[in-house]
């Protein structure tokens, strides 16, 4: 298929990213300096933001931009444009180069939104390693410290095996069938799948389960998650996943072969696991990180739902699921980002930091407070909205063992989100009050902290806005 010009303004989002990224580059070559790039990086996420709305739906080679496609790129230029906010502020005491990590980030929102609209499977690979590449640059960046080194080398090794995994299924499938396409492979599968195509399926199944830290493949979660950089962070727990999920779901929409009975048995199972191991594993964290590692993995077994349920109702609460979780997890993270900077050594990550957080820095305190309470499902809360949409989706499908694993889970959440809450709150004896500058919430960073905490309030109120949007967004 030829590319013309309505393809071009269908792609127009995606390459007003990778012109800015030229241009962020170009720059960094001429002069650096760290407040033009971060706000060249900015206004190219924020025009391409503007414009995504725009463009019309259509089917340029390789990609489906649709309904879906639209969505999920809108939630990745929020998340990424938010994570350049935040990461100014973080990069400002960091003693180095501090222009390429930018650049990094740019070329991965590139391939996030690439990979949110692959309908062909050299897409996906080719997109999934566009968005993989620079995040190991991006959480070893802070090399100097040994942790961040750490933690980009595990998600390099890791991240390779799993490759190798995805591409072993993609060639099984593209043996059996001898399509690429999605729609191709869908077409040659008229009838039962045979056990190559159920072997290609589970080892691409294998292969995106790493990225989204699914049961048993989650040991790296927690270990590159207190490592890495806490902009880098935010950018893997948030676009990186939320890219993933999307690719995944639109693989099992269109392929018939996840619809067999063994990976539906399959995929619940590790689901429930997910669910359980996840929140199991964060209830003695004493790193905020890793708290919040695990508590990504439980989130997104909550999320696994909706590709055991693979109709159309699992697509709305996919959307619904991920905009509560990405408001709220951009909120908890952004409150460790602007307590931390690479110029000590270490991210505020223990919780002894945040003990009397409430005494020190109120706003953040409360900032903190209300992600947490989302993150528990807590009602008036977008966290709530989003349980209550992945619950409701089991109960319709009979998935009973699901709903089980979601009520359990968020039990044992509520106990470990409660202890964090109460840590903010503790004073301690002799210790000062209110010393945070008067003018943290002028900064930019805490004005957008400010907006994400009050809009997890807003959807958690009045959700309807939001899910007439993502009623509104069918797949093409």
């Given at each position: 298929m030829m590319l013309t010009a309505a393809h071009l303004l269908t792609l127009m989002p995606l390459i007003i990213v990778g012109a800015t990224a030229v241009v962020a580059m170009l720059a960094?070559?001429?002069?650096?300096?760290?407040?033009?790039?971060?706000?060249?990086?900015?206004a190219g996420l924020l025009l391409a933001l503007v414009v995504l709305p725009l463009v019309p739906r259509g089917a340029p080679p390789l990609m489906a931009v649709d309904g879906l496609a639209l969505m999920a790129g809108t939630l990745v230029l929020v998340s990424a444009l938010v994570t350049v906010i935040l990461s100014h502020h973080y990069l400002t005491g960091y003693i180095g180069p501090k222009e390429e990590f930018y650049l990094l980030l740019l070329c991965a929102t590139a391939g996030a939104l690439g990979l949110v609209a692959s309908d062909h499977l050299a897409m996906l690979f080719i997109s999934l390693e566009l968005l993989s590449m620079?995040?190991?640059?991006?959480?070893?960046?802070?090399?100097?410290?040994?942790?961040?080194?750490?933690?980009?080398?595990?998600y390099l090794v890791l991240s390779a095996a799993a490759t190798a995994f995805l591409l072993f299924g993609m060639a099984l499938i593209y043996a059996r069938t001898g399509f690429l396409d999605l729609n191709g492979v869908a077409t040659a599968l008229t009838g039962n799948a045979d056990i190559w195509m159920l072997a290609g399926a589970a080892l691409m199944l294998v292969g995106l389960g790493f990225k989204l830290s699914v049961v048993p493949f989650h040991l790296w979660t927690p270990d590159v998650y207190q490592g890495g950089p806490a902009p880098a962070t935010i950018f893997l727990a948030t676009v990186s996943k939320l890219a993933v999920f999307v690719v995944l779901l639109r693989l099992v929409l269109a392929a018939p072969v996840f619809h067999s009975e063994w990976l539906q048995t399959l995929i619940t199972a590790l689901a429930v696991l997910t669910m359980l191991g996840g929140n199991l594993l964060a209830l003695f964290q004493a790193n905020l990180k890793r708290l919040l590692g695990y508590s990504s993995i439980a989130h997104f077994g909550y999320l696994l739902v909706a590709i055991v349920a693979g109709n159309a109702l699992a697509t709305e609460t996919t959307g619904v699921y991920l905009v509560t979780y990405l408001v709220t997890t951009l909120t908890a993270f952004g409150v460790v980002t602007l307590l931390s900077s690479p110029f000590g050594g270490e991210d505020a990550d223990g919780l002894p930091v945040y003990r009397g957080l409430f005494w020190r820095r109120p706003y953040l305190a409360a900032v903190m407070t209300v992600s947490f309470l989302s993150l528990a499902g807590i009602p008036l809360t977008a966290g709530f909205i989003g349980k209550f949409y992945v619950i409701a989706l089991g109960v319709a499908e009979s998935r009973w063992w699901l709903?089980?694993?979601?009520?359990?889970?968020?039990?044992?959440g509520l106990y470990y989100y409660l202890r964090v809450m109460v840590t903010l709150y503790l004073p301690e004896p002799g210790m000062r009050r209110r010393d945070v500058s008067n003018d943290w919430g002028s900064r930019l960073g805490g004005i957008t902290l400010m907006a994400l905490a009050v809009t997890i309030l807003?959807?958690?109120?009045?959700?309807?806005?939001?899910?007439?949007?993502?009623?509104?967004?069918s797949i093409g």
């Open positions: 960094i070559a001429w002069q650096r300096r760290h407040g033009l790039t971060a706000v060249l990086s900015g620079p995040l190991y640059g991006m959480l070893a960046y802070s090399f100097r410290a040994e942790k961040s080194l750490e933690a980009g080398i595990k709903v089980g694993g979601i009520v359990a889970g968020s039990a044992i807003v959807l958690g109120i009045y959700p309807a806005p939001m899910i007439d949007w993502v009623q509104g967004l």
